[in-house]
């Protein structure tokens, strides 16, 4: 996990996919500005510290999913960030396991989701396992929100409860 980071501040996550590229969600690339003040830190697990393990790069340039549409944020939401530099790999900063391009990931199946996100403790990294839910379950779920989302541009996985998430 890597934090973007605008003028020194988190702003939103992403994930190492290579030494010099970074995915994120293209709804964090829309400020037309962003590149001027754009960086990367990895190694990073408490925003408030500052820590041993950190590298900081600036981002070279922004690709947006062609089809992501700022009215429709949640579709295509992806987009990858070419940093100026790369990574030094270390036991603190690893790229992600990739699967390979015609994977499946069947219902159930257990994948881990991180961020910061906005719980008691935002500032320090968080980690959970949740199981992949069925396209059928996944799009019941995404027709009852206010704007929907299609489907097939996204991975469900969660609770059928609820409850806990990367941000709790």
Known sequence: QVSLKRRHKHFC???IVSAQ?????AHCTLDRNLLQFLH?????????????????????SVIQHPKFDPR???NYDIALLKLDGTFN???SVLPACLP????KFEAGYICTACGWGHGLLPQVLHEVNLPVLSSR???????????????DT??????????RDACQ
């Open 154 to 163: 996204i991975m469900c996985a969660g609770f059928p409860d609820g409850g």
């Open 137 to 151: 379950k996944c799009s019941r779920e995404l027709s009852t929100l206010k704007k929907p989302i299609q489907g």
């Open 100 to 103: 390979h391009p015609r994977e």
């Open 13 to 15: 996550g992403g994930t």
């Open 40 to 60: 990367v830190t990895a190694g990073v697990h408490d925003l408030r510290l500052r820590e041993n393990s950190e590298q900081t790069l600036p981002v070279k």
């Open 89 to 91: 790999f270390s036991s």
């Open 72 to 74: 429709t944020p949640m």
């Open 21 to 25: 590229w970074v995915v994120t969600a």
